[in-house]
């Protein structure tokens, strides 16, 4: 008897640890979405002011957007306008990556202006758009979407060899067409690139 009751409150606690989980997900979620846009508050970011009160000024201020975020967050009306919040803090966060570049670089201004669209270009063929929906959020690459249409025909019942066929062609065709267009990217970067920035793209992953 006592073994049974020790049992079912074992099997409570794991369903309320359950429950409190699902609940907390979206607001975890939200503050590491927030924490790769800001940066670290005590890190800071790459080329930060050696002046003591910039840096302070700096870690304060993502403070404040820290708090700012959360007070959307908890104020938000639905799931979809979450949904969208934590979309808009991605798209600035990749924002913010690609700006990077320009220091890690070394471009004055007048160069970044001719380099960022090559980067940009690069960094979107290697990483998925910033919002997480395919749906109204943003529209699917040719390659989500033939992925999609072949699994959504395996899905049903007994497909035919022939449709099996003609999905799998398109697929391959679109990965095909992604790798070609990437090649293309990856050359007209490497045009404005010394042998030097070559090499930091490199290790940043933009070109392999």
């Known amino acids: 008897m006592e073994r049974r009751e020790q049992n079912e409150r074992r099997g409570s606690d794991t369903v309320n640890r359950i429950a409190i989980s699902r609940r907390a997900v979206f607001g975890l979620s939200g503050a590491v979405v927030l ?13 930060q002011s050696s ?14 957007q820290r708090k700012a975020f959360a007070e959307r967050m908890r104020s938000a009306g639905s799931r979809e306008e979450r949904i969208r919040m934590m979309e808009e803090v ?47 959020g943003r529209r699917r690459t040719e390659v ?31 990965k095909e067409k992604a790798q070609q267009d990437l090649a293309e990217a990856h050359k007209n970067l490497c ?12 290790l940043n992953g933009l070109l392999e």
């Open 90 to 136: 991605r798209a600035l966060d990749r924002q913010r990556i690609i700006n990077e570049f320009q220091s890690k670089l070394g471009l004055a201004d007048t160069e970044w202006a001719i380099v960022k669209p090559r980067i940009e270009a690069v960094y979107n063929l290697t990483h998925s758009p910033a919002g997480t929906r395919t749906g109204a």
């Open 35 to 47: 924490g790769l846009w800001i940066g670290s508050v005590c890190g800071g970011d790459p080329g």
């Open 191 to 202: 045009q404005l690139m010394t042998l030097r920035q070559e090499a930091v793209l490199v």
């Open 144 to 174: 989500e979407q033939r992925s999609a249409e072949l699994q959504e025909l395996l899905d049903s019942n007994e497909p035919e060899a022939g449709q099996i066929k003609a999905k799998l062609t398109a697929l391959r065709l679109a």
């Open 51 to 64: 002046n003591p009160q910039e840096h302070d000024a700096a870690v304060q201020a993502r403070l404040d």
